[in-house]
T-cell receptor
Framework: SAVISQKPSRDICQRGTSLTIQCQVD?????MFWYRQQPGQSLTLIAT?????????ESGFVIDKFPISRPNLTFSTLTVSNMSPEDSSIYLC??????????????FGPGTRLTVL | RKEVEQDPGPFNVPEGATVAFNCTYS??????FFWYRQDCRKEPKLLMS???SGNEDGRFTAQLNRASQYISLLIRDSKLSDSATYLC??????????FGTGTRLTVIP
């Protein structure tokens, strides 16, 4: 498995502002992902964070709204830009550790609970 | 059509009962399947992978029917600690995961 931390754990923000969420892993991982879980709903993949290149976004998500960085194999950031109340959600980082690749077993960070007023 | 469809429940069962959850997936090319467990206000955690031949882990049994694109999870001898939301998950083509909406289970004393 992998130990994953996210910062901040929660935040309350004003509409129109931006928030950057950090995800740190205790070991090098091949793949990192960002998910969103809106209130009462399941998880939706936002994008795959690619090390050294632009993130791969899922349908409905764009780089201007959710810019992602991945400078190395243990760290990634997700920014939620120009926030509106509809962005209120839990944002989760997940990783696919190298040793778990064969089993495709992903592990999730504790999440960042965002409330936009 | 959603990638993964799951009965949302809720399921309220007495301790010791056997309960089964089902889900269906839309992409016949999918190769990897999982059940995750999510406790209230916590992140999802992998419960078990689902293999073609079916697999068992203690009180939990997972089965896959590729012809019907159907996955199941059986929990025997339910414990209070089994109360959680169970997420059916299918791996996409690029290692990303598609989640069902989850089935909420409450085990009652």
């Amino acid at each position: 498995s992998a130990v994953i931390s996210q910062k901040p754990s929660r935040d309350i923000c004003q509409r129109g502002t931006s928030l950057t969420i950090q995800c740190q892993v205790d070991s090098q991982v091949t793949m990192m992902f960002w998910y969103r879980q809106q209130p009462g709903q399941s998880l939706t993949l936002i994008a795959t964070a690619n090390q050294g290149s632009e993130a791969t976004y899922e349908s409905g998500f764009v780089i201007d709204k959710f810019p992602i960085s991945r400078p190395n194999l243990t760290f990634s950031t997700l920014t939620v830009s120009n926030m509106s109340p509809e962005d209120s959600s839990i944002y989760l980082c997940s990783v696919l550790p190298r040793l778990a690749e064969i089993y495709n077993e992903q592990f999730f960070g504790p999440g960042t609970r965002l409330t936009v007023l | 059509r959603k990638e993964v469809e799951q009965d949302p429940g809720p399921f309220n069962v007495p301790e010791g009962a056997t309960v089964a959850f089902n889900c269906t997936y839309s992409n016949s090319a999918s190769q990897s399947f999982f059940w995750y467990r999510q406790d209230c206000r916590k992140e999802p955690k992998l419960l078990m992978s689902v293999y073609s031949s079916g697999n068992e882990d203690g009180r939990f049994t997972a089965q896959l029917n590729r012809a019907s694109q159907y996955i199941s999870l059986l929990i025997r001898d339910s414990k209070l600690s089994d109360s959680a939301t169970y997420l059916c998950v299918v791996k996409g083509t690029a290692n990303n995961l598609f989640f069902g909406t989850g089935t909420r289970l409450t085990v009652i004393p």
